[in-house]
């Protein structure tokens, strides 16, 4: 079992900055990935970055492109989502993600691990 453990979550208004962080402790795997994804009220959850740990190569949904950066620290086996220029339409439940392999996935249903989930809510 893998155990991820978010933070960074909270309260910030439009243009400001938060930055999220998810620790992984536990089992250990040779190959995998990391990435957030994101759940607001009503809708379904979405891809927002991730991040593939052997080469460290980053992805990121088209949406956050350009004002969120997803970063990792090998020695924490933490991986950290900076947010800037925040809009309100980035407000949600955001979820660190942990998937076996070492190809990263958009595709929520193709990740093995999930936090607990942190929320995050910009206001006008």
């Known amino acids: 079992q893998v155990q991820l453990v978010e933070s960074g979550g909270g309260l910030v208004q439009a243009g400001g900055s938060l930055r999220l962080s998810c620790a992984a402790s536990g089992r250990t795997f040779s190959s995998y990935a990391m990435g957030w994804f994101r759940q607001a009220p009503g809708k379904e959850r979405e891809f927002v970055a991730a991040?593939?740990?052997?080469?460290?190569?980053?992805y990121d949904a088209d949406s956050v492109k350009g004002r969120f950066t997803i970063s990792r620290d090998n020695a924490k086996s933490t991986v950290y989502l900076q947010m800037d220029s925040l809009k309100p339409e980035d407000t949600a439940v955001y979820y660190c993600a942990y998937k076996i392999g070492r190809r990263w996935s958009p595709h929520d249903n193709e990740y093995d691990y999930w936090g607990q989930g942190t929320q995050v809510t910009v206001s006008s």
């Open positions: 991040v593939s740990w052997s080469d460290g190569n980053t």
